[in-house]
């Protein structure tokens, strides 16, 4: 990952010192680079704050940058830090394919060392296939709130103004179906896996709303729009708590046990397990920083809808988003998609000063700026659906060694 401004390193480093000033470094620096990596630039294990250059500098001689900053973005979600970070190493989230094809180099060694040393595997096996069991739920529910944002939400902007009774009994419907499919997966999944009491009450309220909206549409009643924002608050607010569950069910997937097995995480195929889950953690900080800048600009469109809203005023509050979302957009190595987002960005200083009805026209505008972030979340939960089923492969593969192992000694 090649260092793409100098001087923004040296900002990284103070903005590092900051963070971890008053609490454990060697801590942070061993959960951001694994055992193996911290005792090798870090002498005797005493981590100080004077180290973290070298170790900066070492990471990015030995090429391990992406897997230290990926997960030392992951454990410090400071603004200050996420920025300084993706500024001097922005592939850090980059769009990576799926890891189907790493897995699939890394299972015949990993089949072969699990027979091996069945013992080391078994031990080993039962944690690494609860832990991916907690991540398919995190992954699976995730997956359905950005089908919520990006289907539901796409009725709300399209009817909110309008408050047509079809619009609003076709979300009621497209909703309904939705949890639907939820609480039936609900219904399949281990108890001890989730915690079903917290899913299932955003799943009843959210369809009392549906019901409320479609009853308010029929009786043309002006509480729509509240229960319109209602609904958009209640899907970002539990999207944003599982984007955050899903970031920390990543970190607990503890694969360096599992590259011991293949002979070290600093060699061939031990390298490659390790960084098996820093494409799919990686999605996950995407989708979280998106998200959350999404939920903002929800809240602008609900500004917008209110009857006593001021140019003066959403402009104001656009100006202050867009400096975020500017910021995002020119880290996505999605150019076609980037450049669609900043030409739509573009246009909104245009439209204010232009004639007409400029609150209508910058309201279609941002519809179109919304929908544009909720195809890069749907896109994104897709993504980890699919990086999901190949890292429990791993799993699988395990313990089809250690029952063919099994099965050689009984014979």
Known sequence: MPLRNPPTPERLVDAIKDLLAGGDIGEMLKGSLGKALYDKYVPNGRATDTQIHAVLQGVERDG????????????????????????????????????????????????SAASKFRLRAAALHTGLKDELNQLTVHVFIHGCLARLRYQVLNILHD??????????????????????EIDDELQLLPARTLDF???????DELKLLAAALKESSLRRDPTFID?????????????????????????????EQVADLLGGP?????????????????????????????????????????????IADVYRSWLQLNQ?????????????WRDQLISRTDKIG??????????????????????????????????????????????????????????????
Not at 197 to 203: F, L
Not at 240 to 247: D, G, M, P, T, Y
């Open 159 to 180: 009817h909110a103004s309008s408050r047509s009774l079809e619009g609003a009994a076709l979300l009621e419907i497209r909703i309904g179906k939705l949890l639907e």
């Open 227 to 255: 229960t319109a924002g209602k609904i958009g608050r209640l899907i970002n607010n539990n999207f944003a708590r599982v984007n955050a569950s899903l970031v920390d069910r990543m970190l607990e997937i503890h694969v």
């Open 64 to 111: 391990f940058e992406r897997r230290f900053f990926t997960y030392l973005l992951a454990r410090s979600l400071k603004r200050y830090l996420v920025q300084e970070i993706l500024d001097a190493y922005p592939e850090t989230l980059a769009d990576f394919p799926d890891i189907a094809s790493d897995v699939e180099r890394v299972l015949p060694p990993l089949r």
């Open 324 to 336: 975020k979302l500017s910021w995002l957009a020119t880290k996505s190595t999605d150019s076609e």
């Open 350 to 411: 245009d439209l204010v000063a232009g004639d007409g009805n400029p609150l209508a026209q910058m309201r279609a505008t941002l519809v179109e700026v919304d929908r544009l972030i909720l195809s890069k979340l749907d896109k994104v939960a897709n993504h980890l659906q699919n990086d999901c089923k190949s890292l429990m492969r791993v799993a699988t593969t395990i313990s089809l060694a250690i029952d063919e192992s099994d099965e050689e000694q009984a014979a």
């Open 266 to 310: 600093q060699i061939e195929p031990g390298v490659l397990i390790t960084n098996l889950p820093l494409t799919p953690l990686a999605r996950a900080l995407t989708g979280q920083f998106w998200q959350l800048t999404e939920a903002k600009l929800w809240l602008l469109l609900m500004e917008l809808d209110d009857d006593y809203a001021s």
């Open 197 to 203: 009491a917290e899913e299932r009450a955003w799943v």
